[in-house]
DNA sequence: CATGAATGAGGCTTCATTCAT
DNA sequence: GATGAATGAAGCCTCATTCAT
């Protein structure tokens, strides 16, 4: 923000160089959000990027090297998001936690949209296949150890796989906003977060969650 | 090699046209899906593909109208294999039922790869979503018929949404060769069933799966 | 060539694709030369010389791979020529043997112009410079073995450095065609030549060249 | 830095706009001249050389109107250095005398090495093109002035070609750079000279300089 | 005056598709 | 039918030059 814009109300409109350029960047950034997830990646040429901004084509490249370096800044900090979120079973109420976590997880998801792109780039740019692979070892490997604690407090089903349970989990966490695309009706994340529930927790368990976790 | 040629020695060389163009048309096929799946849909050339195939570029237009058509003939009659097969649960072992489906379906997608090329169109190509769209209701119809059946015999949890069940159960397939792809390890197909079967039956009934259904 | 050329005269013309490509090839290096040699290299791009040959832009590719490598191929064997011939003093009359190398050489430059292309890339292209550089050490070091044989038959001045001497007609040659340039006069090469042959030989030499060299 | 900046300590920093402008157009020019000689003409850009001589590129243009007019600025009465020098035959010793003008013109060649640049335009730049062609005709009418001179005076071989050989020594002058170049080694700008006095001077004239000239 | 962001024409290159042979 | 050369539209990117601040 411009150290002036604190100054007296109705002043000149002043901005100084590197907000207006950075405004520019945003807007490149948000034109290729929008394109992107509207006509896909590869059909997205940097110069409708710059058009749909309202710049030069020359300015596109002043901000970024080329498409995909545009895209790696949209990307950038969002990947963890695409996949899934960290529960956390100490709650009272894990089918609530996991709705709620669910419907702000597709909210984020389609908030910028770009989850819809990530396929169509994954078979090109091994790169980001590999940022990507990392990320979800990651979000596997924490789910996993939440899912090791409740099972060490004897909460779970005895006999469960945890990595297999952390892996599904996951897989239906990345692709929930699917169902709404599907059917085209408001997802029911309570529903959703049963079933989940249903692969960690045994009836007496969810039915009655014990004191101590709340 | 036509099945006729150990025919008669001396004949005058006949291999019926269409069957020698139906030899270089599954060539070319051959040729797309090993190239899609390898390095991409849009990244593959029409000429690339007829190199491949050991024809010349001409001739590809000769069998195909382009690219896409290509692409759609190879996804023909395919498309339901990439989501999930219809689970039949009159059968005393569920888990082992689904185990089998689901080494079968990844097996199935690792043999064509076509799998890999799907996400890459869909952004761009609204026919084959709409397409593929159209497929997954049908799937997840049949697989919600099935799971009425044996909620209806009282199989299941009491309190099951079957729809999300249902539902699931398609995610946990259309994704369950990712797991492969992302730990390196083979998948343990029977505790992924077992984890799906958790979702729909209570351990009684896994248990002790009722005689009348086998 | 077709292997029917050899058959009925009046047939209808038939070039095979061989030979049309190889005149599509031909064309385009003729028209590359004209426009490198007519407006400079970096002042040509590829669509002016393919129009100019008459062919589309992608045809261009199709035969080089970009400018640079048409440029190459027309320098292909013709470097030495843009530097000097190595002289044979074992003749009679040197002075005339020179005056006949010069306006070869001379004509030689003229004809394909692409003299005037080579200081313009030489400044960028390092790889053609080295291509040059060593071409120029070759010519250098034959001419000088040519000056020391008749050094050593005492035809020459007693206190000749040969390697400058080689080096000064070098850059004679070399530079020969820019007096033609420059007076819009024919070069009286024959002078030129006597020029040269003062730097080697002293009058009594010149005047009567030893019989045993003729 | 100015020469005025030593004055009175305290008093207001005063540099004359026009002094400082002249600083920038210096640097301008000076990193220009680094830049075409360095990577060449074309292949320097004007932002390049703002930047280099720590400038915006706007500022470039308040300068010059254009890459070229800085080039231009550069050769303006550098041209004549290019070719080569004037000599005066008025000397006891025309080899010393050559020698050292040769040495002074590769010192002033090598100095600015702005001659690496003049090929490259040439082609293009017709204009400069014609001035080079003028100043080249200078030159060698000068030079031919020079041998009528000592022509008239008897002290050159009888029968000289007088254009050719003026001709001759403004090439080996021109050229004179690239021996060095070419073998990596100092020139012996003695043995150059003696080859041009030898195209020149009979040896009874050279051994034995007349002294009316001296 | 200085700045450097913005412009957009223009060069380079690829590739889906056509078509003469 | 088969061939593969030819096409040219379209994408990518650079850079000389302008202009608002």
Redo the contacts with the bound molecule.
């Keep these: 923000m411009s150290d002036r814009e604190d100054q007296l109300v109705g002043e000149f409109p002043?901005?100084?160089?590197?907000e207006?350029?950075q405004?520019?960047?945003k807007a490149l950034l948000e034109s290729g959000r929008i394109l992107f997830t509207t006509k896909g990646y590869e059909?997205?040429?940097?110069?409708?990027i710059?058009a749909h901004a309202?710049?030069?084509?020359?300015?596109?490249?002043?901000?970024f090297?080329?498409?995909?370096q545009l895209l790696m800044a949209l990307l950038e900090d969002k990947i963890d998001q695409f996949l899934a979120p960290e529960p956390h079973w100490f709650c009272h109420d894990p089918v609530s936690l996991l709705a709620s976590l669910l419907e702000a997880h597709v909210l984020r998801l389609n908030h910028s949209g770009l989850h819809r792109v990530l396929p169509e780039i994954l078979s090109k740019d091994l790169d980001l296949a590999e940022v990507i692979q990392a990320a979800r070892k990651r979000i596997h490997a924490k789910i996993l150890s939440s899912l090791k604690q409740i099972h060490e407090k004897n909460l779970t089903w005895r006999d469960l796989d945890l990595d297999t349970v952390a892996w599904s989990i996951m897989m239906l966490f990345e692709n929930s906003h699917k169902k709404a695309e599907q059917t085209g009706e408001k997802v029911n994340y309570r529903e959703m977060a049963k079933v989940i529930c249903r692969m960690i927790f045994p009836p007496h368990i969810l039915d009655n969650f014990p004191d101590e976790l709340k």
Excluded: C, L, M, N
């Excluded at 002043?14 to 590197?18: A, D, H, L, S, V």
């Design positions: 002043f901005i100084p160089r590197q207006r350029a405004q520019k960047r059909h997205t040429t940097a110069k409708e710059a309202g710049v030069a084509t020359g300015t596109f490249y002043r901000y090297s080329d498409k995909r």
